[in-house]
């Protein structure tokens, strides 16, 4: 079994086949696909996709590209979704959230405030429901650990991991686990293979991020969850281990950082 931790299944780039793609993704054992949210207006979408196919669960957050155009009630209105969201079992975390100082329009004096308004926030979401949360970090990788120290939350996962190893051990020791996806599987990315083959396995978890960050045999076409075990395959090689044992360790690693899985599966 594989667990796709990050998975854009309601992105544009999938309109009317999602459900055919989830069930692809269950006949290569991706047995489980967390959706997380972008934005307010999606919160149905995702909600209503993991409700549909038995392989997907959701999340619920404002990603910090969408801060622009977010305001200050969606964080009322993303409350009470949390707490109606509560007795879903298909509802396992907050995200996407977090800050991207990468975006030039994202980097001006008033945008870095509102996103950091906006990630502090949820970060108090998840902490008052006692959640974990999913998280952005694009050149802002002190940022974000600055705001974790302050406000408690349970953990979570760092998607898309690309910091220092000094950065990886204060998330694994503020409670996070690391996403490692199709960037892993090209030879040129010397720093991230590295990193994949030398932080304790029990940190790592896998994502696609799909429609994103396609491996190498797929890039530059759309990804997709279907390609986790081929991803997974690749850990195991850069760590020289049996792949079914990568399969069950990411796994069960995906379900200490987001614990309501395991109702689920
Ligand atoms: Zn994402």
Request: with cysteine; charged share 20%.
């Amino acid at each position: 079994m594989w667990i796709d931790t990050h998975c854009h299944l309601d992105a544009a780039e999938f309109a009317s086949e999602e459900d055919a793609v989830a069930a692809r993704a269950q006949q290569q054992a991706v047995t489980m696909i967390v959706i997380p949210a972008v934005a307010r207006d999606n919160f149905a979408t995702v909600e209503s996709l993991a409700h549909r196919n038995s392989n997907c669960t959701y999340a619920l957050g404002i990603h910090p590209i969408f801060v622009p155009q977010a305001r200050e009630e969606d964080l009322a209105a993303m409350r009470v979704a949390v707490e109606a969201a509560m007795t879903d079992t298909r509802f396992v975390a907050i995200g996407e959230i977090g800050l991207d100082f990468f975006i030039p329009i994202l980097t001006t004096p008033e945008m870095r405030e509102k996103q950091e308004f906006f990630y502090t926030e949820q970060l108090k979401i998840a902490r008052d429901f006692g959640l974990p949360v999913l998280l952005h970090v694009r050149k802002s990788q002190d940022s974000i650990l600055k705001y974790l120290r302050r406000i408690n939350v349970i953990g979570g996962i760092a998607h898309a991991f690309n910091g220092s190893f000094q950065q990886a051990e204060i998330f694994i020791e503020l409670g996070f686990k690391l996403g490692f996806g199709g960037a892993m599987t090209f030879t040129r990315a010397l720093q991230l293979r590295r990193l994949a083959t030398t932080l304790p396995i029990d940190s790592i978890v896998l994502e696609t991020d799909a429609p994103d960050i396609s491996p190498a045999w797929v890039h530059p076409e759309r990804n997709s969850p279907e390609q986790l075990p081929r991803i997974g395959q690749v850990l195991a090689e850069l760590r020289d281990m049996p792949v079914a044992a990568i399969a069950q360790i990411t796994s069960a690693n995906a379900l200490v950082a987001m614990p309501r899985l395991g109702v689920v599966i």
